[in-house]
């Protein structure tokens, strides 16, 4: 397949086409393989650096997240020391915060959207672009355009924008826009989309099982429509397809309807290359994730997600392993010369039309100082509290609560719900104080007095085993009166944490009738926030008065405080079905 580089996404002149044809006509076979890779670097020093440069001639990187100053001289390192300028990528979903941690956080796409507002979806990339430019990214695995079609599905539950195919489309074009201004190449993910199955790729497998005429009306719009923008670039997800398999070969095998996008000639070539006319650059999502690992030996799939239709290998494994296989998948045949040669193309394609090639190597990056001067600027900082104020969505208030006041509801009782506590944000720790400690204060500044319930499982878990069993029996035989919650509390308000990755289900408590359940709704006043993930009336039905706020930043939740003292109204409009689809947590 010939790849047209005069044509969009690419648009280059002869001058940049004859750059990309000579550059790949120079190299040898060791860095046409190398630059099939994206690596993940595991340290910013020097020689870890340039090690990788010298030794694989990859292709970019992803970096893990630091200040602006340490990526500003690690990209610096990585541009001067390349012999073909790198795409650095950036995952910049909710502002520049992922491209440093110091970047400028607006928020994520499901509390963009629910400002109702496109001029939000615009100033995130905007913003991205600015904060990651500045410090040497060239390119961002964002806009994540899947649509939430499934509120079990945990990995793009407050990630993407919406369960409708329109604002979907809409907001990503403005993203897109803003990032674009920058000379970032966005790369729209997770193609073929994500939100139809409840399980996570990065543990199982987890198809899209739409029809043909479904995905057509639903992803297909939202991937045309950008492909159609110019948009440079798309994630290939480790997601299956099987009725558009079927639709290309009626004969297909159950293994080859369920194999991944990334790994799936049909999906990557046929449908995405053939019929859609996608002329841009494809990168794999991680190759560590089981969806795409257990679909086949990796000596195989590293070559395989190259033949289907992949441009780009996202992470090394173990490099010395990969190299070796990805090499020999050349030389046995699974990678072509022609598909090689289409994949380099669009590579340096990309490279060319980001302008990385008429640019010195000292010169990719902006003067230091210049680009520390754009991190983190106050006027971006208050975008993020305009989308707060905008964004919080009063879901459900059958019981007519608001506006809370120090006459009506001194007493105030703050309940923690938990989700599983585990994974990434059981490794890294929390960030500062619980959003409970924090409304806490505020709720006290108004004058309230306030209580954070203590959960006595929290206590119990510290017991030996044999005493434990014995506490939460005891739990079980002395039920306490509901007069101690309606003697001493006015109000309780339930504040749950959970984040939406893996299982962003609530985990209830083995003791039952304590407060961490709100099975009180009918004895005292309540109000149920979530913090994370907007489905958690599926586990709360019964609760008269729930708020989504999207994330649990201070400035949300010192908004939520101004809106349940009626100082704001509730503006927020739902993105995604809060209410799951479910007959009870309407009422």
Same mark, same amino acid.
């Given at each position: 397949?010939?790849?047209?580089?005069?044509?969009?996404?690419?648009?280059?002149?002869?001058?940049?086409?004859?750059?990309?044809?000579?550059?790949?006509?120079?190299?040898?076979?060791?860095?046409?393989?190398?630059?099939?890779?994206?690596?993940?670097?595991?340290?910013?020093?020097?020689?870890?650096?340039?090690?990788?440069?010298?030794?694989?001639?990859?292709?970019?990187?992803?970096?893990?997240?630091?200040?602006?100053?340490?990526?500003?001289?690690?990209?610096?390192?990585?541009?001067?020391?390349?012999?073909?300028?790198?795409?650095?990528?950036?995952?910049?979903?909710?502002?520049?915060?992922?491209?440093?941690?110091?970047?400028?956080?607006?928020?994520?796409?499901?509390?963009?959207?629910?400002?109702?507002?496109?001029?939000?979806?615009?100033?995130?990339?905007?913003?991205?672009?600015?904060?990651?430019?500045?410090?040497?990214?060239?390119?961002?695995?964002?806009?994540?355009?899947?649509?939430?079609?499934?509120?079990?599905?945990?990995?793009?539950?407050?990630?993407?924008?919406?369960?409708?195919?329109?604002?979907?489309?809409?907001?990503?074009?403005?993203?897109?826009?803003?990032?674009?201004?920058?000379?970032?190449?966005?790369?729209?993910?997770?193609?073929?989309?994500?939100?139809?199955?409840?399980?996570?790729?990065?543990?199982?497998?987890?198809?899209?099982?739409?029809?043909?005429?479904?995905?057509?009306?639903?992803?297909?719009?939202?991937?045309?429509?950008?492909?159609?923008?110019?948009?440079?670039?798309?994630?290939?997800?480790?997601?299956?397809?099987?009725?558009?398999?079927?639709?290309?070969?009626?004969?297909?095998?159950?293994?080859?309807?369920?194999?991944?996008?990334?790994?799936?000639?049909?999906?990557?070539?046929?449908?995405?290359?053939?019929?859609?006319?996608?002329?841009?650059?494809?990168?794999?999502?991680?190759?560590?994730?089981?969806?795409?690992?257990?679909?086949?030996?990796?000596?195989?799939?590293?070559?395989?997600?190259?033949?289907?239709?992949?441009?780009?290998?996202?992470?090394?494994?173990?490099?010395?392993?990969?190299?070796?296989?990805?090499?020999?998948?050349?030389?046995?045949?699974?990678?072509?010369?022609?598909?090689?040669?289409?994949?380099?193309?669009?590579?340096? &394609?990309?490279? @060319?039309?980001? *302008?990385?090639?008429?640019?010195?190597? #000292? !010169?990719? %990056?902006?003067?230091?100082? +210049?680009?520390?001067?754009?991190?983190?600027?106050?006027?971006?900082?208050?975008?993020?509290?305009?989308?707060?104020?905008?964004?919080?969505?009063?879901?459900?208030?059958?019981?007519?609560?608001?506006?809370?006041?120090?006459?009506?509801?001194?007493?105030?009782?703050?309940?923690?719900?938990?989700?599983?506590?585990? &994974?990434?944000? @059981?490794?890294? *720790?929390?960030?500062?104080?619980?959003? #409970? !400690?924090? %409304?806490?204060?505020?709720? +006290?500044?108004?004058?309230?007095?306030?209580?954070?319930?203590?959960?006595?499982?929290?206590?119990?878990?510290?017991?030996?085993?044999?005493?434990?069993?014995?506490?939460?029996?005891?739990?079980?035989?002395?039920?306490?009166?509901?007069?101690?919650?309606?003697?001493?509390?006015?109000?309780?308000?339930?504040?749950?944490?959970?984040?939406?990755?893996?299982?962003?289900?609530?985990?209830?408590?083995?003791?039952?009738?304590?407060?961490?359940?709100?099975?009180?709704?009918?004895?005292?006043?309540?109000?149920?926030?979530?913090?994370?993930?907007?489905?958690?009336?599926?586990?709360?039905?019964?609760?008269?008065?729930?708020?989504?706020?999207?994330?649990?930043?201070?400035?949300?939740?010192?908004?939520?405080?101004?809106?349940?003292?009626?100082?704001?109204?509730?503006?927020?409009?739902?993105?995604?079905?809060?209410?799951?689809?479910?007959?009870?947590?309407?009422?």
């Amino acid at each position: 397949m010939m790849v047209n580089l005069k044509a969009k996404p690419y648009n280059l002149d002869d001058e940049a086409i004859k750059w990309v044809q000579e550059t790949i006509a120079n190299m040898s076979i060791e860095e046409k393989i190398g630059q099939l890779f994206i690596n993940m670097g595991a340290s910013r020093d020097k020689e870890y650096l340039t090690g990788v440069l010298d030794n694989y001639h990859i292709a970019g990187v992803r970096y893990n997240p630091g200040t602006a100053e340490e990526v500003y001289e690690q990209n610096k390192i990585l541009q001067e020391n390349s012999k073909i300028p790198l795409l650095i990528a950036a995952n910049t979903e909710a502002g520049g915060n992922g491209a440093c941690t110091d970047g400028t956080y607006i928020g994520n796409e499901v509390k963009i959207a629910a400002t109702n507002d496109k001029r939000y979806a615009y100033e995130m990339g905007r913003v991205s672009g600015v904060e990651a430019a500045a410090i040497g990214c060239n390119w961002s695995f964002a806009p994540i355009v899947d649509i939430n079609r499934n509120w079990r599905n945990p990995i793009i539950s407050t990630r993407t924008w919406s369960e409708d195919v329109d604002q979907t489309l809409e907001l990503s074009l403005e993203y897109m826009r803003g990032i674009m201004e920058s000379g970032i190449a966005p790369a729209a993910k997770h193609f073929p989309g994500d939100g139809i199955d409840e399980r996570d790729q990065h543990l199982s497998f987890a198809p899209n099982w739409l029809s043909v005429e479904e995905w057509d009306a639903t992803f297909g719009k939202v991937y045309s429509g950008l492909f159609e923008a110019g948009l440079p670039s798309i994630m290939a997800g480790h997601i299956s397809l099987p009725n558009y398999v079927l639709h290309f070969n009626p004969e297909a095998t159950v293994q080859e309807q369920i194999l991944p996008a990334t790994l799936n000639k049909y999906i990557l070539t046929d449908l995405l290359r053939g019929q859609m006319g996608f002329n841009g650059l494809v990168v794999t999502d991680a190759s560590h994730m089981v969806a795409m690992t257990s679909a086949m030996k990796r000596s195989e799939m590293l070559p395989t997600a190259i033949a289907a239709g992949s441009d780009l290998f996202l992470f090394f494994n173990d490099p010395d392993e990969d190299f070796k296989w990805m090499m020999e998948g050349y030389e046995n045949g699974i990678i072509t010369d022609e598909r090689l040669e289409e994949a380099l193309t669009r590579i340096l &394609g990309t490279k @060319a039309a980001l *302008g990385l090639h008429k640019k010195a190597k #000292t !010169e990719i %990056l902006m003067p230091k100082e +210049e680009a520390m001067a754009k991190i983190g600027l106050e006027e971006n900082k208050a975008i993020a509290l305009e989308v707060a104020d905008k964004a919080i969505t009063l879901v459900k208030n059958t019981e007519d609560i608001f506006p809370i006041s120090v006459e009506k509801h001194k007493r105030v009782l703050l309940v923690d719900v938990k989700g599983v506590e585990g &994974g990434f944000g @059981a490794l890294i *720790g929390a960030q500062g104080p619980k959003p #409970t !400690e924090v %409304l806490k204060a505020q709720l +006290e500044e108004e004058g309230f007095e306030v209580t954070i319930w203590e959960s006595p499982i929290d206590k119990i878990m510290k017991l030996p085993a044999e005493e434990r069993r014995q506490a939460i029996g005891n739990i079980y035989a002395a039920k306490r009166p509901i007069s101690e919650l309606t003697d001493n509390y006015d109000l309780i308000i339930n504040v749950a944490v959970v984040n939406p990755n893996t299982d962003q289900r609530i985990q209830w408590p083995p003791a039952k009738g304590t407060p961490d359940i709100p099975f009180y709704v009918n004895e005292v006043p309540t109000i149920f926030v979530s913090v994370q993930c907007p489905f958690h009336l599926a586990d709360v039905p019964q609760v008269k008065t729930y708020i989504n706020t999207y994330d649990n930043k201070d400035f949300t939740l010192k908004a939520l405080v101004d809106k349940m003292l009626g100082r704001s109204e509730f503006k927020g409009v739902s993105p995604v079905d809060a209410y799951c689809g479910l007959l009870d947590t309407r009422y």
